[in-house]
């Protein structure tokens, strides 16, 4: 009888543990818990935002745009384009949003993140691409590069989501 107690015990403190580990985080916005899932709880690359010490902010977002900045506490330089991604949030899976147009395109400029520095506000206008975004959630995407010499250089994909209301 005494195994019975004892098994039915740790069953149970093992299944208080196993549900108190996977409740969503207290106080946060949607926006926030989404910040903070894992890449593949909404079907994301596995390497988005793994770049110890470089992150992307964002601010300022409406449905025809945004401003991004970088921050890099790190003591490599990394190179960023003109180019992004944006997607957008459909039945708990990331979909990208389609251009509006046909026959388009980014230009090529190569900006710096210096290290150890945060770089200039820039001003994203998405609406000659996507047009005006209807309200729900969003991820803007970047990818910067670490280069040794020309042809050596690893690929980083950042990104940030956000909330259209």
Same mark, same amino acid.
């Given at each position: 009888? +005494? +195994?019975?107690?004892?098994?039915?015990?740790?069953?149970? @403190?093992?299944?208080?543990?196993?549900?108190?580990?996977?409740?969503?985080?207290?106080?946060?916005? $949607?926006?926030?818990?989404?910040?903070?899932?894992?890449?593949?709880?909404?079907? @994301?690359? &596995?390497?988005?935002?793994?770049?110890?010490?470089? =992150?992307?902010?964002?601010?300022?977002?409406?449905?025809?745009?945004?401003?991004?900045?970088?921050?890099?506490?790190?003591?490599?330089? !990394?190179?960023?384009?003109?180019?992004?991604?944006? !997607?957008?949030?459909?039945?708990?899976? %990331?979909?990208?949003?389609?251009?509006?147009?046909?026959? %388009?395109?980014?230009?090529? $400029?190569?900006?710096?993140?210096?290290?150890?520095?945060?770089?200039?506000?820039? =001003?994203?206008? %998405?609406?000659?691409?996507?047009? $005006?975004?209807?309200?729900?959630? !969003?991820?803007?995407?970047?990818?910067?590069?670490?280069?040794?010499?020309?042809?050596?250089?690893?690929?980083? @994909? &950042?990104?940030?989501?956000? &909330?259209?209301?």
């Amino acid at each position: 009888m +005494k +195994k019975i107690i004892l098994i039915a015990t740790a069953l149970c @403190l093992l299944l208080v543990v196993t549900v108190g580990c996977n409740a969503s985080p207290v106080g946060l916005t $949607e926006a926030e818990r989404l910040a903070q899932s894992t890449p593949s709880e909404y079907n @994301l690359p &596995l390497d988005v935002n793994i770049l110890d010490g470089v =992150s992307m902010k964002i601010q300022d977002v409406s449905p025809t745009g945004l401003v991004f900045f970088f921050e890099n506490q790190t003591d490599n330089e !990394y190179i960023y384009g003109s180019d992004f991604i944006l !997607y957008t949030l459909s039945n708990n899976t %990331w979909e990208r949003v389609e251009p509006i147009i046909e026959n %388009w395109a980014f230009t090529s $400029e190569a900006y710096s993140i210096f290290p150890n520095a945060t770089t200039a506000e820039t =001003s994203v206008d %998405w609406q000659w691409l996507f047009g $005006e975004l209807p309200s729900g959630y !969003y991820q803007f995407q970047k990818e910067i590069l670490f280069v040794r010499r020309p042809g050596d250089f690893d690929r980083h @994909l &950042l990104a940030a989501t956000f &909330l259209i209301r």
